[in-house]
């Protein structure tokens, strides 16, 4: 389906829903591709890849949680119009009732010392974490297929991974557990304390090595955001003690008066489209 998503009406960009996606790790689920402007008229080019979770929450308000939506299509024609970033396709996978389940990281739990923070999340959740079968359902089955159906660059240092608050966390996860397909992490109010902030332990042992990748974070100080500030200050100290550079592969920005909502995230996300993806 054709959907003019700019301010501008000689820009047509293209939103393709595939459906009921089959997984054979997940329960099945909608994947919207968004197409950038010069997609359809452009028949050589070829084009860097960003993945999103909680898609449909991206892109149309009438679906999206609250009835706002990121603004992704508006943030990135405007950078594209004025080069700073390329033009990228946009694969966002909706969430379903297991959001919690497949978003929260899975290996700091399946550690004998995460025994009981384990035991309580399955029991506040309803079952057993899905994340590492999520993480598969990505890199196994909707990449190969976008990479197949689509324009694009599907080597590591063009693909992307982004999503708020527990999509912050499993786009973090995403990176850590496959560094080779991942260039870079955007992870926007990333929910720390869900496992009693387990997962900040587990970064300091698996974050891949400064060099060939991107950290982005950031965190708002109301509402569910005024959690995160001292998670963050420990995840950046794991960082600058690992070798990561601020401003250059990694930033973290605090914005005072952010509350933890698409719409305080849509006021500022192209912030970490234009890190991740520009040059």
Same mark, same amino acid.
């Given at each position: 389906?054709?959907?003019?998503?700019?301010?501008?009406?000689?820009?047509?960009?293209?939103?393709?829903?595939?459906?009921?996606?089959?997984?054979?790790?997940?329960?099945?689920?909608?994947?919207?591709?968004?197409?950038?402007?010069?997609?359809?008229?452009?028949?050589?080019?070829?084009?860097?890849?960003?993945?999103?979770?909680?898609?449909?929450?991206?892109?149309?308000?009438?679906?999206?949680?609250?009835?706002?939506?990121?603004?992704?299509?508006?943030?990135?024609?405007?950078?594209?119009?004025?080069?700073?970033?390329?033009?990228?396709?946009?694969?966002?996978?909706?969430?379903?009732?297991?959001?919690?389940?497949?978003?929260?990281?899975?290996?700091?739990?399946?550690?004998?010392?995460?025994?009981?923070?384990?035991?309580?999340?399955?029991?506040?959740?309803?079952?057993?974490?899905?994340?590492?079968?999520?993480?598969?359902?990505?890199?196994?089955?909707?990449?190969?297929?976008?990479?197949?159906?689509?324009?694009?660059?599907?080597?590591?240092?063009?693909?992307?991974?982004?999503?708020?608050?527990?999509?912050?966390?499993?786009?973090?996860?995403?990176?850590?557990?496959?560094?080779?397909? #991942?260039? +870079? !992490?955007?992870?926007?109010?990333?929910? *720390?304390?869900?496992?009693?902030? =387990?997962?900040?332990?587990? %970064?300091?042992?698996?974050?891949?090595?400064?060099?060939?990748?991107?950290?982005?974070?950031?965190?708002?100080?109301?509402?569910?955001?005024?959690?995160?500030?001292?998670?963050?200050?420990?995840?950046?100290?794991?960082?600058?003690?690992?070798?990561?550079?601020?401003?250059?592969?990694?930033?973290?920005?605090? #914005?005072? +008066? !952010?509350?933890?909502?698409?719409?305080? *995230?849509?006021?500022?996300?192209? =912030?970490?489209?234009?890190? %991740?993806?520009?040059?």
């Amino acid at each position: 389906m054709f959907k003019d998503m700019s301010h501008h009406p000689e820009v047509l960009c293209t939103l393709v829903r595939h459906a009921d996606f089959q997984s054979e790790f997940v329960t099945l689920r909608h994947v919207d591709v968004w197409l950038p402007p010069g997609y359809v008229n452009n028949k050589h080019a070829r084009y860097p890849v960003l993945y999103m979770h909680d898609g449909q929450n991206l892109f149309d308000p009438t679906i999206s949680y609250g009835g706002v939506d990121w603004g992704i299509d508006e943030a990135l024609i405007r950078l594209i119009e004025e080069k700073r970033v390329p033009e990228i396709i946009v694969v966002g996978m909706w969430n379903t009732d297991r959001r919690w389940r497949e978003y929260m990281p899975q290996k700091p739990l399946d550690t004998p010392a995460a025994a009981i923070i384990k035991a309580q999340f399955i029991q506040e959740q309803g079952g057993d974490l899905f994340a590492d079968r999520y993480l598969r359902f990505i890199v196994e089955e909707v990449k190969p297929f976008i990479d197949a159906t689509y324009k694009t660059l599907p080597q590591q240092e063009k693909t992307f991974v982004m999503g708020s608050s527990m999509g912050g966390l499993i786009s973090l996860y995403a990176l850590c557990e496959y560094p080779h397909v #991942f260039a +870079g !992490a955007g992870c926007i109010s990333t929910h *720390w304390p869900a496992g009693d902030g =387990i997962v900040v332990d587990y %970064l300091a042992e698996m974050l891949p090595k400064p060099g060939a990748h991107k950290l982005y974070f950031d965190y708002g100080t109301e509402t569910l955001d005024a959690q995160y500030e001292g998670y963050q200050q420990r995840v950046d100290a794991i960082l600058r003690e690992v070798g990561y550079r601020e401003g250059s592969n990694w930033i973290t920005r605090k #914005f005072v +008066g !952010a509350e933890h909502s698409e719409r305080s *995230w849509r006021t500022r996300v192209h =912030i970490p489209l234009e890190f %991740l993806l520009g040059s």
